[in-house]
């Protein structure tokens, strides 16, 4: 089993939707959580983290924990076609290592 | 530019040689992970250090694998009797130590190994 699994998509939203990103992680330890975005050829940049249970929002972006139930997702709001990429989550575990999901492919329509 | 860079860009060799890459990270930042990624997947850890220190290595990654950051600047990664499957974009990240979520990634090496 995977210590970050995301669903690898694509999943297609059209443009001005909200875009519903899911995660789970089996690692317990694990503190805080990360969200990544690559575009297709590019290196992966951050786009918001996330250590306490609840909701955290910045701009069009919502990252949401739950500790209990070992998930984390990333909702974003007005979906634009420039959103359209894969978007990694990640997971802060022992030794300070961060472990990446395989990635979910959103493809906002026009 | 005073982001993350990676030489060379990409890299074909045949199977059986040596490679090695370099990366230069944020100055400031005295961390530098070292990650692979192949179609379809996401990064995948294989070390890390803090200034020269390398304090975390995979357990997926051989012995043909070796890491170097000397100087606590600048790191090499090194694969020798490459095969096929290290075919692979090779990625350096860099960070602050108490901001470890906080990666800054270069572009990338993209190897092929014929």
């Known amino acids: 089993q995977k210590e970050v699994e995301q669903n690898s998509g694509p999943l297609s939203v059209p443009e001005g939707a909200i875009a519903s990103l899911n995660c789970t992680y089996s690692d317990r330890g694990s503190q805080s959580f990360f969200w990544y975005r690559q575009y297709s050829g590019k290196s992966p940049e951050l786009i918001m983290f996330i250590y306490s249970n609840g909701d955290k929002e910045d701009g069009r972006f919502t990252a949401q924990l739950n500790k209990a139930s070992q998930y984390v997702s990333l909702l974003i709001r007005d979906s634009q076609p420039s959103d359209s990429a894969t978007y990694l989550c990640?997971?802060?575990?022992?030794?300070?290592?961060?472990?990446f999901g395989i990635g979910t492919k959103l493809q906002v329509i026009p | 530019d005073t982001g993350v860079s990676q030489d060379p860009r990409h890299k074909i060799t045949k199977r059986g040689q040596n490679v090695t890459f370099r990366c230069d990270p944020i100055s400031e930042h005295n961390r530098l992970y070292w990650y692979r990624q192949t179609l379809g997947q996401g990064p995948e850890f294989l070390t890390y250090f803090q200034n020269e220190a390398q304090l975390e290595k995979s357990r997926l990654l051989s012995d043909r694998f070796s890491a170097e950051r000397p100087k606590g600047s600048f790191s090499t990664l090194e694969i020798q009797r490459t095969e096929q499957g290290d075919s692979a974009m090779y990625l350096c990240?860099?960070?602050?130590?108490?901001?470890?979520?906080?990666?800054?990634f270069g572009p990338g090496t993209r190897l092929t190994v014929t």
């Open positions: 990240a860099s960070s602050f130590p108490d901001r470890v979520h906080e990666q800054y």
């Open positions: 990640a997971g802060e575990g022992g030794y300070q290592k961060v472990t």
